[in-house]
């Protein structure tokens, strides 16, 4: 089988664990820094399976994290909150 591929290549990283408490919910992170994602990280819910590259542009969007992590809204606040401190 011939592939063709757009592109193969290995990068550092700086990965980040993180785990904390909120008021109802334990949050487990993985936080994924590289050159690839401009200035944004790669941030995976290690409880739910769930990621996304997020910047702080994205932390702004109403029902973003909400949707890509599926949490209710106050869930989806704590989280919103850890990482504007994180990402800025």
């Given at each position: 089988m011939?592939?063709?591929?757009?592109?193969?290549?290995?990068?550092?990283?700086?990965?980040?664990?993180?785990?904390?408490?909120?008021e109802s919910q334990r949050y487990d992170l993985a936080i994924l820094q590289s050159g690839r994602f401009f200035g944004k990280v790669l941030v995976l819910d290690m409880q739910l399976g769930r990621f996304a590259i997020l910047g702080s542009d994205d932390l702004e969007e109403p029902g973003y994290l909400e949707q890509v992590y599926n949490r209710p809204e106050d869930e989806a606040q704590e989280l919103r909150e850890y990482l504007h401190e994180l990402i800025g």
């Open positions: 011939e592939r063709f591929f757009l592109y193969d290549d290995v990068e550092d990283t700086k990965t980040r664990f993180v785990s904390f408490t909120g």
